[in-house]
């Protein structure tokens, strides 16, 4: 079964509001979760390591006031997209520390 | 930086065998990972290399040579629903530990009968 949970799967909103979705370890703890991003007929982007107990890693060209993470506890990290516009709808994907295992992803769809 | 080439589409008869390859150019390598992807689904776990050589696993083969910045995936006995986008992906030790996969472009696989 699954070992990463991501909710929702899916996502319709208006521009301006916020989003969150979750990562959820199942069966493991977490110490680092990735966050990815994966626009159409793209490959996935590395949006940030997310790391329990401290702030995230962004990579370069992320906002990271735009793109909130928390990472409480160490089965689950959160991704706040803050302000959405119609450029953020993406496929927003997690993974757990092991590269073995992504969650099923989230669809956002900005409108 | 990091870069990754793999060919961008590919075509393949069912029951055939076809290699997909990747190049790469990187610093800090610590392990390429090979993924396939359905359209509208998350990445799914191939094959991990972190050595020169082969690595086997049922229908699904991995070879890498870290010297040429060389890797290929080999799907042997091809069948439609192999038909998917296939991502390689660098893992590379980050300066103050800790490690990231930067992903290629996929390739997209199309089994036809």
């Known amino acids: 079964g699954a070992v990463v949970s991501q909710h929702p799967s899916r996502v319709i909103c208006k521009s301006g509001t916020s989003v969150k979705i979750e990562c959820r370890s199942l069966d493991f703890q977490a110490t680092t979760m990735f966050w990815y991003r994966q626009f159409p007929k793209q490959s996935l982007m590395l949006m940030a390591t997310s790391n329990e107990g401290s702030k995230a890693t962004y990579e370069q060209g992320v906002e990271k006031d735009k793109f909130l993470i928390n990472h409480a506890s160490l089965t689950l990290s959160t991704l706040t997209v803050t302000s959405a516009h119609p450029e953020d709808s993406s496929f927003y994907i997690c993974?757990?520390?092991?590269?073995?295992?992504f969650g099923p992803g989230t669809r956002l769809t900005v409108l | 930086g990091q870069n990754i080439d793999q060919p961008t589409e590919m075509t393949a008869t069912e029951g055939a065998i076809v290699q997909i390859n990747c190049t790469y150019q990187t610093s800090g390598f610590n392990g390429l990972f090979w993924y396939q992807q359905h359209a509208g689904e998350a990445p799914t776990f191939l094959s991990y290399?972190?050595?020169?050589g082969l690595e086997e696993k049922g229908r699904f083969s991995s070879f890498l040579s870290r010297s040429k910045g060389y890797s290929y995936l080999l799907l042997k006995e091809l069948q439609m629903k192999d038909s998917a986008s296939y991502l390689c992906?660098?893992?590379?030790?980050?300066?103050?530990?800790?490690?990231?996969?930067?992903f290629g472009t996929g390739t997209q696989l199309k089994v036809e009968l």
């Open positions: 993974s757990a520390s092991d590269e073995q295992f």
């Open positions: 290399n972190v050595l020169d």
């Open positions: 992906a660098v893992r590379v030790l980050q300066r103050g530990g800790g490690n990231k996969l930067t």
